[in-house]
């Protein structure tokens, strides 16, 4: 016999099965002997009270044992000799369409500029220790995406499009924890995420599909406005439709989309600064106990919005218990991220606070970034270039490329402001709201480095004064945030995509080349793991229908 509860219970209560079993033994009555087991469903954390509450969905087995598979298992066919679909890139939206390409009896052809996940370590480390960018592997490129190493939540509000228990049941498929499906916060962690994704890559092989690194998509092969292959760095052409997940940092491929007549949008963004606190702090402030968050309670997590003169402001993509990392992808540039290992250990709290820009906000004088001269023969001098050669403006008035050159110059300020390395400016979170320069700074995470800076200075006040508002709204919402013992670090640039590569609703195709798929984030339809995983399943059987397949399921219990 299985019964199902929704439980409110005390952390101690659910801390593992066996506490479970006598709560639900005293509390319902049950001889605890005839309990086999009890599976969690579903777990999430009531903090708003000084009390701690645990919401927990539960089946109790009583008498009978559970089956041994928690997640819902996806059967991949052998499709060698198939036809082949074009994916370019490996992150999360490249890899659920492979998958999902297989399942559907077509062969994928994963091509990825970056290196496998294990080999991006070592340039990931290279960054740190020597400050240097490998612009083909880093923090953005190389196997796995942006995720693989900063972070790995798989928290989405994205619903409507597609199966995200799908996307989650994949990665439990592939050595994923099945606490992912149970977790109001989904998270892997960026120490285990990247054996998932190897395995998923060999998934990929095994079946029959081809997965190619250290090879850039240099151009599309478009005759008679049809997409039928892609060019690449090592001389290699690829024949087939393209499924097209590069990434919200792949900037040469937006300026040769827009150079070559391709379809593109301006689409706004978020930017502004990583912010770490102790994370002590914020078990502090979130669990309201001066002694932190105990023994049967996670790093909390927080989350902050606002709207200031008519703006958002608010916390974007929180890593309790992480580190702030350097994710540029290029020279000329600074920028960080946050990420968590598994289990949220570490010293600091962070997350990205940032504000909201709109294309047409750029025609706002207090949203130019002063001081920016960009290199010469830089990718930088390459779009300032495209953009004074064409008057491309869409609907606000705004330039295509012009969300994309406005990230460029402000990661370009902020990367002389480090002293030309990636040593990241910094600046106390009350000194920011005063205006005052901070003479020191506290320990971080930032393993590159500090130098003090006056981001209130050189940020741009379209961007600064809202943060310095928001900051002080969030402190008086939540008592002790708003402290000199946290840091700001700069800059925070790589939210989102800066454009948006148009696609068809219906066929996903792109609305004037045919045999081309936009996919995921940095084709502009996805936020996150989960949402481009989604977005690669939906593009892949767009792809089939292309071809004359049908699309089933491919799954079973």
């Known amino acids: 016999m299985i019964h199902e509860y929704q439980l409110r219970i005390l952390p101690e209560q659910a801390a593992d099965e066996h506490s479970l079993k006598r709560y639900i033994s005293s509390e319902k009555g049950m001889d605890i ?45 052998n499709v060698e000799g198939k036809p082949g679909v074009i994916v370019v890139g490996a992150g999360p939206g490249g890899l659920f369409a492979a998958l999902r390409l297989i399942e559907l009896g077509l062969r994928p052809i994963v091509v990825e500029r970056g290196k496998n996940v294990r080999e991006r370590k070592e340039d990931l480390a290279r960054i740190s220790r020597e400050h240097k960018v490998n612009p083909e592997s880093n923090y953005s490129f190389g196997e796995g995406g942006a995720g693989a190493y900063s972070d790995g939540k798989l928290y989405t509000r994205s619903k409507k499009r597609g199966s995200t228990e799908k996307i989650l049941n994949v990665f439990c498929q592939h050595g994923a924890s099945t606490s992912i499906l149970v977790d109001a916060h989904p998270h892997i962690g960026t120490d285990k995420l990247p054996r998932v994704i ?55 491929v937006y300026r040769w989309l827009f150079a070559n007549g391709v379809k593109l949008e301006a689409k706004g963004l978020a930017v502004g600064v ?34 200031v003169d008519g703006r958002g402001v608010y916390s974007f993509c929180m890593c309790p218990g992480g580190f702030v990392v350097p994710a540029a992808s290029g020279p000329h540039q600074l920028v960080v991220n946050g990420m968590s290992p598994s289990n949220r250990g570490t010293r600091w709290s962070n997350s990205g606070m940032v504000v909201e820009i709109r294309p047409e906000d750029l025609s706002d004088p207090t949203l130019q970034v002063q001081g920016y001269e960009p290199y010469p023969d830089s990718a930088e001098t390459e779009t300032a270039e495209l953009i004074s050669r064409t008057a491309d403006t869409g609907s606000n008035g705004v330039h295509t490329l012009a969300m994309m050159q406005f990230q460029e110059q402000l990661e370009q300020i902020c990367w002389q402001q480090g002293n030309m390395r990636q040593t990241a400016p910094a600046q106390r979170m009350v000194d920011f709201t005063r205006k005052k320069l901070s003479y020191d700074l506290p320990d971080t995470s930032y393993s590159p480095g500090l130098v003090s800076s006056p981001l209130h200075f050189w940020m741009p006040p379209f961007i600064a004064g809202r943060l310095s508002t928001g900051f002080q709204l969030f402190g008086k919402s939540s008592r002790g945030f708003l402290t000199n013992d946290a840091v700001m670090i700069a800059v925070e640039t790589r939210t989102s995509a800066p454009v948006r590569i148009v696609r068809d609703n219906e066929t996903l195709q792109h609305v004037t080349v045919e045999g081309l798929f936009p996919c995921g984030e940095g084709a502009g339809y996805a936020g996150g793991i989960v949402s ?18 049908g699309t089933g399921t491919g799954s079973e219990k």
Request: with cysteine.
């Open 274 to 307: 990583r912010l770490e606190h102790s994370s002590h702090l914020i078990d502090q402030i979130q669990y309201h106990n001066r002694n932190g968050r105990g023994k049967y309670l996670p790093a909390a997590e927080y989350s902050f919005v606002q709207q």
């Open 198 to 252: 190897e395995n998923m890559r060999n998934t990929i092989i095994a079946c029959g599909g081809e997965v190619h690194f250290q090879t850039r998509m240099d151009a599309l092969v478009i005759e008679k406005e049809k997409v039928i292959g892609i060019e690449t760095n090592t001389g290699k052409v690829f024949r087939g439709p393209v499924i097209l997940a590069t990434g919200h940092s792949a900037r040469d």
């Open 33 to 77: 002997r005839t309990i086999n087991a009890v599976r969690v469903l579903k777990r999430s954390i009531d903090a708003r009270q000084r009390t701690i509450f645990m919401n927990v969905k539960v089946q109790v087995f009583i008498n009978e044992e559970p089956s041994e598979t928690e997640y819902t298992r996806t059967e991949y066919r």
């Open 532 to 549: 481009a995983g989604v977005d690669g399943e939906r593009c892949a059987e767009a792809a089939a229908n292309y071809l004359g397949i």
